[in-house]
């Protein structure tokens, strides 16, 4: 007896909620984003949406009577349906409709190039791309994010600097654009000894596109800031790789 038992209850079955739901609601906003055709969209995205207004009694009474006979079938000893697994699953399917709009809004929303530019000033900035012509293909195409497209290749000099830093999209454009510009600033300012070359802002990027920018570029160090895939607490994830060497077909092992 006590708060105990309830306080760690709640704090599994939430960590089992984040398990089962973040990876749901993360492929259902890739898939009504990007990849669903237009009428699975129309017919998918206010159904999601319809599961934020049922009231939270009601998915309570779902659980009792339609999960717990199901779950406890499962052949566990002292198994009654009414626990860890349950309370997970349900809410899990409560935050669906609330993490796969966030998600979605994160993934679709565009990088502003221009105000990046600005927010550097009076940093030199380059823009270049990835091979991947579209978001679309971004998503369903992973190994074209990874490479430069023909004019942004052509468009690099070699500067011969020590470090190059590459500012990418990735999956959350917001994050570059909330983040990046002062995590910049602030890394240039605390290590004035080493020789930046010019930012680059890249677009439809995956991490390993800073490895061919950093050969095209000459640079000893390549640091990829890329906005991350959106989680169950924030959209605007901003991650930093760092590779020593940088080359076309470098490995995480070396």
């Not at 697994?85 to 399917?93: C, F, P, Q, T, V």
């Not at 004035?192 to 000459?218: S, T």
Request: glycine content about 10%; aromatic content about 4%.
């Amino acid at each position: 007896y006590g708060m105990l038992p309830m306080i760690v209850g709640a704090i599994l079955s939430t960590f089992g909620a984040m398990v089962l739901g973040l990876p749901l609601s993360l492929g259902a906003a890739i898939l009504l984003t990007e990849v669903a055709p237009g009428w699975v969209q129309e017919l998918f995205q206010p159904a999601i949406e319809l599961l934020a207004g049922i009231p939270s009694v009601i998915y309570g009474l779902f659980g009792m009577v339609v999960l717990a006979p199901l779950i406890r079938k499962i052949p566990v000893a002292g198994n009654t349906g009414f626990g860890l697994l349950n309370a997970s699953i349900i809410l899990a399917i409560m935050i669906l409709p609330t993490v796969t709009n966030i998600a979605r809004d994160a993934i679709r929303a565009p990088l502003d190039a221009e105000a990046l530019r600005r927010d550097l000033a009076p940093l030199e900035a380059l823009e270049v791309r990835s091979r991947a012509p579209d978001r679309a293909a971004y998503l369903r195409r992973p190994d074209l994010g990874r490479r430069l497209d023909a004019p942004s290749a052509e468009a690099l000099a070699r500067c011969d600097c020590e470090a190059v830093l590459v500012l990418a999209d990735g999956l959350s454009a917001g994050a570059v654009a909330r983040h990046a510009a002062a995590t910049v600033h602030e890394t240039l300012s605390r290590l004035p000894e080493i020789a930046f070359g010019p930012v680059v802002i890249a677009r439809e990027a995956r991490v390993a596109l800073g490895d061919e920018i950093g050969e095209r570029m000459g640079a000893r160090i390549a640091a990829v800031l890329i906005g991350e895939r959106p989680g169950l607490s924030v959209s605007d994830s901003l991650g930093i790789y760092l590779t020593w060497a940088p080359q076309v077909g470098r490995r995480d092992s070396e």
